[in-house]
T-cell receptor, first 113, second 108 residues
Framework: DAGVIQSPRHEVTEMGQEVTLRCKPI?????LFWYRQTMMRGLELLIY????????DSGMPEDRFSAKMPNASFSTLKIQPSEPRDSAVYFC???????????FGPGTRLTVT | KNEVEQSPQNLTAQEGEFITINCSYSVGISALHWLQQHPGGGIVSLFM???GKKKHGRLIATINIQEKHSSLHITASHPRDSAVYICAVRGSQGNLIFGKGTKLSVKP
């Protein structure tokens, strides 16, 4: 099993540009989570999908952030327009049915200049 | 007050020492996770527990539901144990609420 796959691993962009982060969960997992990690705030949940449906998006910072899960094997997190304060590591995690354990992807390190 | 508090924030130990990291939480939970974040940034799930104690190699995790407290112990610590250890509790929506982490450095 390849585990949770995230791309890109590193992204450097200029303020105002659109950024799209991608995640492929573990095959067969039905829950997917997007997290953000910063030095100041640690790890925070942004949004959580169950069976491709967003269940809790209360952690999404503002309207500039949007997430989609068009099918069970793919999710995107989009920031438009990006700002320097969005610089962070963004993790995707997935979880199978009937279990609490989440499996994390390697993360995407985003730098907005 | 944070919902999940870890202590200490930073910990330096000599190789071979017994290490304890503590986690207290203020919300009702159905499960508690201990995660390890390597210096390179990757996150690995170490334990998930809802009661009692679990052991994996030199790592032991305990939880006391009544006291809302969990501990992670490392026996015979080694420099390769150097990492950030994160406690997380499972919220009502299935999401994880994270502590700030404990940065452990084990010196040879």
């Amino acid at each position: 099993d390849a585990g949770v796959i995230q791309s890109p691993r590193h992204e450097v962009t200029e303020m105002g540009q659109e950024v799209t982060l991608r995640c492929k969960p573990i095959s067969g997992h039905n829950s997917l989570f997007w997290y953000r990690q910063t030095m100041m705030r640690g790890l925070e949940l942004l949004i959580y999908f169950n069976n491709n449906v967003p269940i809790d998006d209360s952690g999404m910072p503002e309207d500039r952030f949007s997430a989609k899960m068009p099918n069970a094997s793919f999710s995107t997190l989009k920031i438009q327009p990006s700002e320097p304060r969005d610089s962070a590591v963004y993790f995707c995690a997935s979880r199978g049915t009937g279990t609490y354990e989440q499996y994390f992807g390697p993360g995407t390190r985003l730098t907005v200049t | 007050k944070n919902e999940v508090e870890q202590s200490p924030q930073n910990l330096t130990a000599q190789e071979g020492e017994f290490i304890t990291i503590n986690c207290s939480y203020s919300v009702g939970i159905s499960a508690l996770h201990w995660l390890q974040q390597h210096p390179g940034g990757g996150i690995v799930s170490l334990f998930m527990l809802s009661s009692g104690k679990k052991k994996h190699g030199r790592l032991i995790a305990t939880i006391n539901i009544q006291e809302k407290h969990s501990s992670l112990h490392i026996t015979a610590s080694h420099p390769r144990d150097s990492a950030v250890y994160i406690c997380a509790v499972r919220g009502s929506q299935g999401n994880l609420i994270f502590g700030k982490g404990t940065k452990l450095s084990v010196k040879p």
